[in-house]
């Protein structure tokens, strides 16, 4: 294996360790990095929990999730016996400050017999509930004191509207500098999602047709068939608009529209990102229904099996008016996408699972070719494939074979799996990486999650403010409510979906 240039000595506190997200995702993140020779020899992880764990039963549960959710496969007994030896446990109560010293005497001793200065992470992997909690009681342990090596890492939701989110920021920045946190958003940590950076700005061929003059509009879909499952309390309390669209598509747009970086340093980047926010516009409270559909599921069939309506699924109210479905319309007002729609929509029980971003470009403003080559004609189409199937694809016209002038339309293609050899890196890998390394590009910033609430908050204050009549308005299997469709038919469109390796599908 080529040896990779590992992190600094670097101690990871998960703060939740004993829950789901550590068990599926952070575990088995940090195991890949090991086996790929990410981490250095002087390297610790430690969960932190009211639990019944010791050292031994948490790392046979870390072992367990590691083999049922790690890309790798199933753990080897030599390789777990290496990385075993970083994964240590410690019991307590979130309420009781004495963990909180625990711990950071603990990381003090590790300093000290390492005889280097670590990087000192604090990952809050709990429900937001705790997320004030946990972040004053690091802060006031002192083990985040070192600006440059203390970091606290924040999962979403952060907030639930524009007024939470500013409190939870206002009261992050009375305890941390900006650049201690780290509020993670896991889409942008997929390879395809950054793949989109390298093939604007490392290529000359698109750049200079990114704009107004040749685009005519821009679609992003985020299709689940997953219901809410076992999170319904969760979800009574978010529903799509919060759950997707505030943190998941919005950076997508912010991606697809933001201007050159002059480079890649983090906060250049994340300038560029906020600049995206604020030219998006506003949506007036008369307009939300114009602008704005929303639904909520029915029951159902997905892939042969029957399923339960929204309302009827656990922890759920009979009547919910929450949305598990959401379509909106945006426009971005400055020189480079003035007058372009952007469509979203994102939903779950839906009749497949894809992330898909489509760039539709205008039609050739000159037909020169005899009508009966028209038949088959389509415009130019530019289609980034998130997931399952990681890919890219470009449609343009061209004469099928034979003694007359007929066009047709045709693909070329990227596709991860045929391209590249081996598994790809999961999200939690790089974004992990990034914290330990200091690397802030991929994480939000204050700013910008302000900026999205704002954008929102009248689109939520008249879904708050008025029920729907009509949920559930789409049976579970299908592609969502007649409403999102009629709200792009208006401008003359249709919803695209275009999945890597497999037909042209609408």
Sequence with gaps: MEGNEKIAPSVLVIYGGGGDLTWRKLMPALYNLFLDDWLPEQFQVIGVAKSDFDDDSFRAHVRNGIDQFSRSGKTTDDAWAKFSTYVKYIDGDFEDDALFAQVKTRVDEMEHAWGVPINRVAYLAVPPKFFELISKKVSESGFTADILRGRLVIEKPFGRDLKSAIELNDLLHGLYDERQLYRIDHYLGKETVQNILAFRFANALFEPLWNRNYIDHIQVTVFEELGVEARGNYYETAGALRDMIQNHLLQLLCLIAMEPPVSF??????????????????????????????????????????????????????????????????????????????????????????????????????????????????????????????????????????????????????????????????????????????DATLFMRADQVESAWALLMPVLNAWSANSSPNFPNYEAGSHGPDEAQAMIAKDGHSWILTPIDEPDCR
């Design 265 to 438: 340093d983090a906060d250049e980047v994340r300038n560029k990102k906020v600049d995206v926010l604020h030219a998006i516009r506003k949506f007036l409270p008369e307009e939300v229904h114009s602008l704005a559909v929303r639904g909520q599921y029915d029951k159902g069939w997905i892939e042969g099996e029957k399923v339960i309506a929204y309302r009827k699924e656990p922890d759920v109210s009979p009547d919910s008016n929450v949305e598990t479905f959401a379509a909106l319309k945006f426009f971005i007002d400055n020189w480079r996408w003035q007058g372009v729609p952007i469509y979203m929509r994102t939903g779950k029980r839906m009749n497949e699972a894809i992330s898909v971003i489509t760039i539709q470009f205008k039609p050739v403003p000159h037909h020169s070719f005899p009508a009966a080559t028209n038949e088959n004609w389509q415009p130019n189409r530019l289609v980034l494939n998130i997931q399952p199937n990681m890919g890219i694809r470009l449609r343009f016209q061209a004469k099928t074979p034979g003694l007359k002038m007929l066009l047709n339309p045709v693909d070329m293609q990227f596709n991860y799996a045929q391209s590249y050899t081996g598994t790809t890196p999961e999200a939690y890998e790089t974004l992990l990486l990034d914290v330990f390394q200091g």
